[in-house]
């Protein structure tokens, strides 16, 4: 069996506790108008055109996106950073695209994970049929569940999907008593806004979390605006000025009044 990703990041900080190995597998069902990897919407390896430039020249050629691993080979991969891991209580992280798209790879290699003791972590859309989270349930230890746009209408505009799926599968987790972190990323127009801010403390606050459960507000960035360029992408947030910390301040304090632990960042 082998899975598809493009690409391990290694000693990361912001995809859990710790610091991490997180590895990002390719394909996504949401068509995120903000995605920060483009190149990972697509499920398939894939060839793309890539702009080189050589002092005053310009020179066009392809690019692979994505290669295919067995979960042998990455778990080998993650075991070169167990130090690190260990002495900073992380561990490894799947994320994506989706890594629930490719549910029957992701479960071997969490197995495999958890032979070898590492924290488990999935950074999930939650936009999967319930089944696949099931295959995955005994060897993850954290979910990190990102909430769009909570207005289903808005969803499906900027996504390309509906959120009731969304919606189901985490009161499913959290019912489970699974351990889940809430991740928003602060859009511009669409979740940064008061109306949206205070639609998603409504339907939290209905959901079955723990007391003070914590809440990561992820701060817009137009960083990947350059991968747009490379693959050709067309991006509909072009020039759209990155979200500062600062300007969550606001944000953050009204999900601490409404009783959740909030932070700034992943």
């Given amino acids: 069996m082998t899975g598809i990703i493009f690409d ?19 394909g996504c069902p949401l068509a995120c108008r903000w995605c920060h990897n483009p190149e990972s919407m697509k499920p398939a390896v894939c060839s793309l055109p890539k702009s080189v430039r050589v002092g005053n020249k310009t020179f066009v050629e392809d690019e692979t996106v994505g290669f295919e691993i067995s979960p042998g080979e990455l778990i080998a991969e993650f075991r070169k950073e167990q130090i690190f891991m260990e002495e900073s209580g992380g561990g490894v992280t799947f ?27 999935v950074d999930t859309s939650g936009f999967t049929p319930w089944e696949n989270f099931e295959k995955i349930l005994p060897f993850t230890d954290l979910f990190l569940y ?6 289903d209408g808005l969803h499906t505009k900027y996504t390309g999907v509906s959120n009731k799926p969304i919606h189901e599968n985490l009161f499913r987790l959290l019912k489970k ?66 979200v500062s910390k600062d300007q969550l301040l606001d944000a953050k304090r009204q999900f601490e009044s409404a009783g959740f632990e909030a932070g700034i960042g992943g």
């Fill in 8 to 26: 391990i990041k290694r000693f990361a900080v912001h995809d859990g506790p710790g610091i991490r190995a997180t590895a990002f597998l390719k």
């Fill in 95 to 121: 994320s994506g695209g989706e890594p629930l798209m490719q549910p029957e790879f992701l479960a071997a290699s969490l197995r495999l994970c958890k032979k070898e003791n590492f924290h488990t972590a």
């Fill in 146 to 151: 990102d909430l769009k746009p909570i207005d």
């Fill in 177 to 242: 008593k699974q351990q889940v972190q809430i991740r928003i990323p602060m859009i511009p127009r669409i979740t940064f806004t008061h109306e949206n801010i205070a639609q998603t403390i409504s339907f939290l606050q209905k959901l079955p979390l723990p007391p003070a459960g914590k809440v990561d507000l992820l701060p817009y960035h137009n960083t990947a605006s350059h991968k747009y360029k490379r693959f050709g992408v067309t991006n509909s947030f072009e020039g759209t000025e990155s």
